[in-house]
């Protein structure tokens, strides 16, 4: 229970703990900053589902069913055309089902959480050395963007030097697009850098 007269606005604190209200001030417009800045990624990501499972799953169910009405239809008239017609279809659904899981490990990947950044990266073709386990942001941040990133390069290594974490991707094309603006935003988030050469991508993200 506060003392009666205690002003419990941040100034009030702030004039307590003898800081200048200036400093509270651009704390609370770096706490709105950061707010802006996590719904627009929020925003972003589910934008981009959205339109991978109305271009991507979508499609790919409504083929299904047309492919399954045509092999019905003639499965009495034709039934080497109905097999073979849903052989097709088999591979179609395969298919299918590869983009729902890739789909699925880009939303989200069981194995950061449960297994450590370590494993979640060799997943995804990245070297890992001397990883621990680190605050869920921050393997967060670095998984998303060596997910966004790995494509690009020929080569990617994430690394630790004790107190410091590192990501290198080798032969990214030089190209600034949203992807790279968002692993930027990602890495900055926690704290770190990602600088973009003509060698490639480099980002380190302060563990202390």
């Given at each position: 229970m506060?003392?009666?007269?205690?002003?419990?606005?941040?100034?009030?604190?702030?004039?307590?703990?003898?800081?200048?209200?200036?400093?509270?001030?651009?704390?609370?417009?770096?706490?709105?900053?950061?707010s802006l800045h996590v719904f627009s990624e929020f925003d972003r990501e589910r934008r981009r589902i959205e339109e991978a499972l109305h271009d991507g799953v979508q499609q790919d169910l409504a083929a299904t069913l047309g492919a399954l009405e045509l092999a019905r239809e003639l499965l009495d008239a034709d039934p080497a055309a109905a097999r073979s017609e849903l052989e097709d279809l088999a591979a179609q659904v395969e298919a299918a089902l590869e983009r729902v899981r890739a789909l699925a490990r880009s939303v989200y990947p069981s194995i950061l959480p449960a297994r450590g950044l370590t494993d979640a990266l060799r997943s995804l073709d990245v070297e890992a050395a001397d990883l621990e386990r680190y605050p869920l942001e921050v393997e967060e941040a670095v998984y998303f963007s060596c997910a966004a990133l790995r494509s690009r390069a020929s080569r990617a290594r994430v690394w630790s030097d004790g107190a410091t974490l590192r990501l290198e991707l080798l032969?990214?094309?030089?190209?600034?697009?949203?992807?790279?603006?968002?692993?930027?935003?990602?890495i900055a988030a926690v704290g770190g850098q990602l600088d973009l050469s003509a060698g490639g991508v480099s980002a380190s993200v302060p563990l202390r």
């Open positions: 506060r003392p009666p007269g205690t002003d419990a606005t941040p100034f009030g604190f702030a004039a307590k703990a003898r800081l200048p209200p200036t400093a509270i001030g651009l704390a609370l417009l770096d706490a709105a900053a950061y032969d990214v094309a030089a190209v600034e697009d949203i992807q790279l603006s968002q692993a930027r935003e990602r």
